[in-house]
C-alpha cells in the first residue's frame, strides 16, 4: 500500500476560489512530512494534477499550470490516471468548500473509485449540507443551536427582526445576509 496523500481543491462552487487556498496551505503542511500530490478540480470539472510549489495567483492567470490532465477511470481498476497510468493514492484530503465538494457528490465519486478520503462520509455530508435537517438533527438530539426557521413567500416569520437570512443549502458564508424586515 502507498503513502501518498493527495489533496483536492477547487471545483464548480462559488467557494472555488477559497478552496484554492485551503488547499495550497494544506499541501503546505503535509508535504513537510509526506509525499503529496495536489489534485485540481476546475470550475469546468476537469482534474489537473499540478505542481506542489504554486501560489494562489498562478491559477488566475497561469495557464501553463494546467499540463497533467486526470482522466478518471470506473473499470475494473478505477482511480486518477495521467496518460494511462493510474495515480497511486493512500488518501485524499478533501479541501473543497461548498457544493459538490461538501455536499457528498465528490465522496461518491471517491468512493467509485476505491480511495479513501477525510472528513464525512457520503450521507453525512449530504446531511450537513442541508442547514435546515441538520438543524433539525442537533435539536432532537438537544445539542444546543440557533433557532431556525425555513422561510418563503408562504412562510413568514413572526418575530421582529433583524434576521439572519442563510440559504438551505451551501457553503458556510455564501449567500449570507444581515435584514432588518421580510419582504
Excluded at 483536492?8 to 467557494?15: L, R
Excluded at 477525510?118 to 438537544?142: E, H, R, V, W
Aim: aromatic share 10%.
Amino acid at each position: 500500500m502507498s503513502n501518498n496523500l493527495a489533496i483536492i481543491f477547487g471545483g464548480p462552487s462559488p467557494e472555488h476560489d477559497i478552496s484554492i487556498l485551503t488547499g495550497l496551505q494544506t499541501s503546505r503542511v503535509l508535504s513537510s512530512k509526506n509525499k503529496v500530490l495536489n489534485i485540481y478540480w476546475s470550475r469546468d470539472n476537469r482534474w489537473f494534477l499540478v505542481d506542489n510549489n504554486l501560489e494562489s495567483k498562478d491559477f488566475i492567470d497561469d495557464n501553463s499550470i494546467f499540463k497533467k490532465e486526470l482522466n478518471v477511470r470506473l473499470d475494473s481498476n478505477p482511480g486518477f490516471y495521467y496518460k494511462k497510468k493510474k495515480i497511486d493514492i493512500s488518501l485524499i484530503i478533501n479541501s473543497c468548500h461548498g457544493g459538490p465538494g461538501e455536499d457528498g457528490t465528490l465522496q461518491s465519486l471517491l468512493d467509485l473509485l476505491e480511495i479513501k478520503y477525510s472528513g464525512p462520509s457520503i450521507s453525512t455530508s449530504q446531511l450537513c449540507m442541508d442547514k435546515y435537517a441538520f438543524f433539525t438533527l442537533m435539536s432532537k438530539n438537544n445539542i444546543p443551536v440557533l433557532d431556525t426557521h425555513l422561510i418563503s413567500e408562504t412562510n413568514k416569520p413572526d418575530f421582529q427582526g433583524p434576521y439572519i437570512l442563510k440559504p438551505r443549502f451551501g457553503g458556510s458564508s455564501i449567500g449570507v445576509e444581515l435584514v432588518h424586515d421580510y419582504q
